[in-house]
Structures are given as C-alpha cells and as structure tokens.
Nanobody, 124 residues
C-alpha cells in the first residue's frame, strides 16, 4: 500500500528551472523503483525518468536527457526530478509512479502506484 503526492509544479519561463517532489507513504519505499511520467493534452502519457530502489541506476527519455535529473532520498521517502533549461514542449501534467519491483522500467503498465499529478507550464 503506497500513496504518492507530487508538489512543486507551476508556471515558469522557457530556459528556467523547476524541481518536483514526490512524497511517499509506506514502509517498503526503499524496495521500490520510482519514476516520473508526463502527459500533455491530447497526448499519451510518456516516460520521463526512472530510478532503481537503491538509486544506483537511472534512465531518461531522450527528450529530457542532459536537462532533467532524477534522485531519491529513501530516509525521507521522497523522489525528485530537477528540471533545467525548460522548453515549452515540457508543458504537461507530471506524475510520480512506483513499482513494487526494484528495477527501472519505462512503461506505464509496469507501475503499480500513481500520484495525482502536478501541472508544469513553460511559457515562451
């Protein structure tokens, strides 16, 4: 049983930065791989980044590689994504996700728990 709550979304100008946080409940947080997905209006939900249970492995979508960094703090039961050099095409609702397996995956159906999402809007 896991509950995820995202925060940190908002309005930012192109070229700016934003950090999203996802706070988790549940004692087994440190066993779970975590990920961020995003969904723009009229689009499929797409993979952004994932991190393994230990933090030793990270994977990124090509569209965000070099600009976004995913991290986690198991003591705080929190996962983050630092987003730099934001572009208007990054505008979307960003969702935090968890899977009971510890390895990274990039498919929506691989994840068991989801947050409600937080809106990120990048203006030009």
């Amino acid at each position: 049983q896991v509950q995820l709550v995202e925060s940190g979304g908002g309005l930012v100008q192109a070229g700016g930065s934003l950090r999203l946080s996802c706070a988790a409940s549940g004692r087994a947080f440190s066993d779970y791989a975590m990920a961020w997905f995003r969904q723009a209006p009229g689009k499929e939900r797409e993979f952004v980044a994932a991190i393994s249970w230990s933090g030793g492995t990270t994977v990124y979508a090509d569209s965000v590689k070099g600009r976004f960094t995913i991290s986690r703090d198991n003591a705080k039961k929190t996962v983050y994504v630092q987003m730099n050099r934001l572009k208007p095409e990054d505008t979307a609702v960003y969702y935090c996700a968890a899977r009971t397996g510890g390895s990274t995956r990039s498919r929506t159906y691989d994840y068991d728990y989801w947050g409600q999402g937080t809106q990120v809007t990048v203006s030009s």
